[in-house]
């Protein structure tokens, strides 16, 4: 064990030692501060990888009966029942038949021919067609995808300091676009789905998938060119020669025509985002089913595009598992009243729709970096933003339209599932991201607090 993983377990076990000597208070009970202590030991054994992410998880799905956080197992599994759940497995089944045939070489090859002129040029190609993957599959499996591609395109380098400068800007770049390019449909991301899913357990509302679309495609417009220029402007990707360029599109060896297999898969694909564009009119069209349908649709025999080992082979079962715990863990943080408590601290106060918006992307962005697991800040602060809304006379849709665009950029630091993949290939230091990043969450919070009211006044929200 590394020293940090000793630290980490250290810190863990103290704190879940100390959390039964703390006195309860009038708004928040022993029950409660036993659920804020193992959230704050679970995320500091995540940050510090003291031990396998699985594992974490299924201690802490143990401990949660064992010391009455929970009243019994069950109740500690109850994230695992979250329809959100099997939606991220449904994604890497459907990121998994984009990766088995050539269709994302395709559109990589696609961009690369207008913009791969120059490594910077190419770089915003990749951030392109990333973001483009990802409004449609996971960002997670998303990330994977174009990371395998971009450490490819870095065997290129002969010198070693051009391939680690031009390999930090394109492992930061692909994460950062794949989170961007989630925002543009609900479907982009397991999280977006999670915070529809806590307004409607609240409020009985819900964002239709045309609205999402609605805010956030011209949001992503707007900001993957402005990460671009930061990523090129604070990394400086080295330049090769245009002949490199050309020599790696003509290497990923892709069929001149395309296959019966990807049209099979244009074919699902499209059917799935007709009926997600739909449910925003017919409430029984579920998208988590349609994604989960789709999926199980290219394993069938006859299509035949995904077999079905290949698909297990490619779920990350540590995110499944990190998803159902955190959830388990937010569902107690309700149940323990510790939202309320939350909203307790919160003063009162009256402030317009734009300085709201900016309110809640600056706390949001805040909160990552203290609890940098999406997933659990969303089922953490929802009730909380729900509260505020209502109290200041603002839709508590917009609002958490608002907290799900811009929850899962959580790349100020690399503690998130998806920038950890990339992190992992070592082309950068933990602080390298928030160079480019930083900046970049300072224009979020000054773009959504222009766009969002208006985009909601144009939606009737």
Same mark, same amino acid.
């Given at each position: 064990m590394?020293?940090?993983?000793?630290?980490?377990?250290?810190?863990?076990?103290?704190?879940?030692?100390?959390?039964f000597?703390?006195?309860?208070?009038e708004?928040?009970?022993?029950?409660?501060?036993?659920?804020?202590?193992?959230?704050?030991?679970?995320?500091i054994?995540?940050?510090?990888?003291?031990?396998?992410?699985? =594992?974490?998880?299924? *201690?802490?799905? #143990?401990? %949660?009966?064992?010391l009455?956080? $929970? &009243?019994?197992?069950s +109740?500690?599994l109850?994230?695992?029942?979250?329809?959100?759940?099997?939606?991220?497995?449904?994604?890497?089944?459907?990121?998994?038949?984009?990766?088995?045939?050539?269709?994302?070489?395709?559109?990589?090859?696609?961009?690369?021919?207008?913009?791969?002129?120059?490594?910077k040029?190419?770089?915003?190609?990749?951030?392109?067609?990333?973001?483009?993957?990802?409004?449609?599959?996971?960002n997670?499996?998303?990330?994977?995808?174009?990371?395998?591609?971009?450490?490819?395109?870095?065997?290129?380098?002969?010198?070693?300091?051009?391939?680690?400068?031009?390999?930090?800007? =394109?492992?930061?770049? *692909?994460?950062v #676009?794949? %989170?961007?390019?989630?925002?543009? $449909? &609900?479907?982009?991301? +397991?999280?977006?789905?999670?915070a529809?899913g806590?307004?409607?357990?609240?409020?009985?509302?819900t964002?239709?998938?045309?609205?999402?679309?609605?805010?956030?495609?011209?949001?992503?417009?707007?900001?993957?060119?402005?990460?671009?220029k930061?990523?090129?402007?604070?990394?400086?990707?080295?330049?090769?020669?245009?002949?490199?360029?050309?020599?790696?599109?003509?290497?990923?060896?892709?069929?001149?025509?395309?296959?019966v297999?990807?049209?099979?898969?244009?074919?699902?694909?499209g059917?799935?985002?007709?009926?997600?564009?739909?449910?925003?009119?017919?409430?029984g069209?579920?998208?988590?089913?349609?994604?989960?349908?789709g999926?199980?649709?290219?394993?069938? &025999?006859?299509?035949?595009v995904?077999?079905?080992?290949?698909?297990?082979e490619?779920?990350?079962w540590?995110?499944?598992?990190?998803?159902?715990?955190?959830?388990?863990?937010?569902?107690?943080?309700?149940?323990?009243?510790?939202?309320?408590?939350?909203?307790?601290?919160?003063?009162?106060?009256?402030?317009?729709t734009?300085v709201?918006?900016?309110?809640?992307?600056?706390?949001?962005?805040?909160?990552?970096?203290?609890?940098?697991?999406?997933p659990?800040?969303?089922?953490?602060?929802?009730?909380?933003?729900?509260?505020?809304?209502?109290?200041?006379?603002?839709?508590?849709?917009?609002?958490?339209?608002?907290?799900?665009?811009?929850?899962?950029?959580?790349?100020?630091?690399?503690?998130?599932t998806?920038p950890?993949?990339?992190?992992?290939?070592?082309?950068y230091?933990?602080?390298?991201?928030?160079?480019?990043?930083?900046?970049?969450q300072?224009?979020?919070?000054?773009?959504?607090?222009?766009?969002?009211p208006?985009?909601?006044?144009?939606?009737?929200?």
């Amino acid at each position: 064990m590394k020293r940090k993983h000793l630290i980490g377990i250290s810190i863990s076990v103290f704190i879940l030692i100390i959390m039964f000597f703390i006195p309860a208070t009038e708004s928040l009970g022993q029950a409660g501060i036993r659920t804020i202590g193992m959230l704050v030991a679970f995320l500091i054994l995540l940050i510090t990888e003291a031990l396998p992410m699985m =594992l974490i998880c299924l *201690i802490f799905l #143990s401990l %949660m009966p064992l010391l009455k956080v $929970t &009243p019994n197992f069950s +109740s500690a599994l109850v994230g695992f029942s979250n329809q959100v759940v099997f939606f991220i497995l449904a994604s890497f089944g459907i990121a998994a038949a984009f990766t088995t045939i050539p269709l994302s070489k395709r559109l990589l090859i696609a961009i690369l021919k207008v913009f791969g002129k120059s490594v910077k040029s190419m770089i915003f190609a990749l951030m392109m067609c990333s973001a483009v993957i990802s409004s449609l599959v996971s960002n997670v499996p998303t990330c994977a995808i174009f990371m395998a591609i971009s450490l490819s395109f870095l065997e290129l380098y002969s010198d070693p300091e051009a391939k680690k400068k031009t390999g930090r800007a =394109l492992m930061i770049a *692909i994460p950062v #676009s794949s %989170m961007i390019g989630g925002m543009m $449909t &609900p479907a982009g991301s +397991s999280i977006n789905l999670l915070a529809i899913g806590m307004l409607e357990q609240y409020t009985g509302q819900t964002i239709t998938f045309v609205q999402w679309m609605a805010a956030g495609i011209p949001l992503t417009i707007i900001l993957l060119p402005i990460a671009w220029k930061l990523i090129c402007i604070v990394y400086n990707p080295a330049e090769i020669a245009p002949k490199m360029v050309r020599d790696f599109i003509n290497n990923l060896d892709i069929p001149e025509k395309i296959t019966v297999e990807e049209i099979k898969t244009l074919v699902i694909t499209g059917i799935m985002l007709v009926l997600w564009i739909l449910s925003s009119w017919f409430r029984g069209i579920n998208v988590m089913v349609v994604a989960l349908a789709g999926c199980c649709a290219f394993c069938l &025999p006859g299509i035949n595009v995904l077999k079905f080992k290949t698909f297990l082979e490619n779920v990350s079962w540590e995110s499944f598992f990190l998803v159902g715990t955190v959830l388990s863990l937010g569902s107690a943080m309700v149940s323990n009243n510790v939202s309320d408590w939350l909203i307790s601290l919160i003063p009162p106060m009256t402030l317009s729709t734009p300085v709201l918006t900016g309110f809640i992307v600056f706390v949001t962005f805040a909160l990552l970096v203290f609890i940098p697991v999406a997933p659990s800040l969303v089922t953490f602060m929802s009730l909380p933003f729900i509260t505020l809304a209502a109290g200041m006379g603002v839709s508590p849709v917009l609002i958490m339209l608002v907290f799900g665009l811009c929850v899962a950029n959580c790349y100020l630091l690399p503690l998130d599932t998806v920038p950890l993949l990339t992190y992992s290939t070592g082309y950068y230091s933990m602080t390298d991201m928030m160079k480019s990043t930083l900046p970049l969450q300072i224009c979020i919070v000054v773009v959504m607090s222009l766009w969002m009211p208006l985009i909601g006044r144009i939606l009737g929200l």
